[in-house]
């Protein structure tokens, strides 16, 4: 069940970044209209496995049962980079395999990781840590030949000044100084205006052309 985005073949990466989810949100029919319901890869942060399942110390059916939505999808997580993400990781790791989940666990490769860190350091981020979503960019302008991101928006208000959340599904925030988002931001904007990925910042169907009941 463990393995490396430089195992598999260029197709399967291919298929493996398609539709990614970070930090095992929810893809209930509430938000399928705005995000849609396929997931081939989902992270985890060590974090969340923590604070919503307890670490796996206890019941663990809680934490089966709320992964059976991401079906057969790769679950990404950085067991490595720091000590006290590894313990959680493989928690998980034995969790579902003892079980016989649908799910197969990635570790990230801490070396991959931490030259990601040292990367956009020295392109003007700096943070305690990048956010998983710059992670997965960064694989996927390595792996693959179009990138398409959407999604990517640090601030409070959108374009057209009305209010939204962190996330779409909550607004927590990181912790004060932990993420750089705004930084990252203006990273990736920089490589929509040269062409090296496409960001969709506006709903990708405009609301004035739907049907009206």
Partial sequence: MMGSFYTHSPLTIQLILSSPRCNLPPLSSEYTKDVGSKSHLVTANPSIIRQRFQNLLWSRKTFVDNMKIYNHSY???????????????????????????????????????RSIGKFWKSRGIHAKRLSTGLFLVSAALGLCEDVAIYGFWPFSVNMHEQPISHHYYDNVLPFSGFHAMPEEFLQLWYLHKIGALRMQLDPCEDPSLQPTS
């Fill in 75 to 113: 679950i990404y997580m950085p067991a490595f980079s720091m000590k006290t993400g590894t313990e959680p990781s493989l928690r998980v790791y034995y969790t579902l395999s003892d079980v016989g989940a649908n799910q197969t666990v990635l570790f990230a490769n801490p070396n991959f990781l």
